[in-house]
Nanobody, 125 residues
Framework: QVQLVESGGGLVQAGGSLRLSCAAS????????MGWFRQAPGKEREFVAT????????YYADSSKGRFTISRDNAKNTVYLQINSLKPGDTAVYYC??????????????????WGQGTQVTVSS
């Protein structure tokens, strides 16, 4: 059974940083990809970033470029999302997602097969 467990969320002041973690179990994702999405209150869930597990190549939403960094640790089967210079607009539930296979970069939620329960990030002004 595949499980994705996010951690690292919390309450932080604007300008601060957080590193979110997503630990995967039940299978390895070599040859596929993992991504981060977020859902702010009253809004639809949106794509943040994705990483190709094999070569570490990354792709970001335009709104994520510059302050967000996605990375992975193969040995730990874990993906990270570093968020710097946090803004109140970053307040959201952040979800980790994984694909069974990789056939190109995609920001669409429908191509992700596994999802975590989410971790809350709240940024105070």
């Amino acid at each position: 059974q595949v499980q994705l467990v996010e951690s690292g969320g919390g309450l932080v002041q604007a300008g601060g940083s957080l590193r979110l973690s997503c630990a995967a179990s039940g299978r390895t994702f070599s040859g596929s990809a993992m991504g981060w999405f977020r859902q702010a209150p009253g809004k639809e869930r949106e794509f943040v970033a994705t990483i190709n597990w094999s070569d570490g190549s990354t792709y970001y939403a335009d709104s994520s470029k510059g302050r967000f960094t996605i990375s992975r640790d193969n040995a730990k089967n874990t993906v990270y999302l570093q968020i710097n210079s946090l803004k109140p607009g970053d307040t959201a539930v952040y979800y980790c997602a994984a694909r069974k296979a990789f056939d190109g970069v995609s920001t669409a939620q429908r191509v992700y097969d596994y999802w975590g329960q989410g971790t809350q990030v709240t940024v105070s002004s």
